[in-house]
């Protein structure tokens, strides 16, 4: 059964952020903890400006010059097998697998 007891004011937090300041505000790097003084002058340099060519591109790389479209593709289970077979025996991504094929397909068709 659930107590329906106030909290007085000597059992508040001082301050209602202390509980999150304390437990939940534990900021990580790869598992690390960062202290706020890192992570403020990083928001200060944000804030001045960053120069593009400095910042790390992120993302997967362009298939070409321009942006790439997703297209899902349903196959069977067998077809699958095979695709991933094929992908493994020619080390390459299931993905590149079958842009290979599409590739073949409309230049035996050209």
Do not use: C
């Amino acid at each position: 059964m659930m107590s329906t007891e106030l909290l007085s004011n000597s059992q508040l937090p001082v301050s209602p952020f202390s509980y999150y300041d304390k437990v939940m505000a534990k900021e990580t790097i790869n598992g690390v903890p960062v202290s706020d003084d890192p992570i403020e002058a990083w928001a200060d340099e944000a804030e001045r400006g960053l120069a593009v060519e400095q910042l790390r591109k992120r993302g997967r790389r362009p298939l070409a010059a321009g942006p790439s479209e997703v297209v899902p593709v349903r196959m069977d289970a067998t077809l699958l097998a095979g695709l991933a077979a094929r992908a493994d025996r020619d080390h390459i991504s299931r993905s590149e697998a079958i842009r290979a094929a599409v590739r073949a397909w409309l230049d035996a068709t050209a």
